[in-house]
């Protein structure tokens, strides 16, 4: 697949593609990572959603909380929510 085919899942040769959708986060990608832009309150909630994240599975796997790494070994899949903030701000926001 080339142009604007490349990148996009087929299924019986349509693509899965809305391109009005993608027109729509096209308009907000230069705000998208901007902390102080239109998306601000997500960018404001990302920290609580780790510590609520990290909470629960260092709970889930009896993991000291309190370590340094307290998820080293585990691996993590977002499944697309927050706009892709908190995958993004994990190893930042991760001790080194």
Known sequence: MTGERAGM???GGRSGLDRAE???FDAMAAAWWDPA???APLHAMTPARLDWITAR????F???RRAARPLEGLRVL???CAGGFCPSRWPVSAPP
Do not use: K
Request: charged share 30%; proline share 5%.
């Open 22 to 24: 993608a027109a729509r």
């Open 37 to 39: 832009g239109p998306l």
């Open 62 to 64: 009896d993991r000291d």
């Open 9 to 11: 899942a087929e299924a």
């Open 57 to 60: 599975l260092t709970a889930g």
């Open 78 to 80: 977002d499944i697309g």
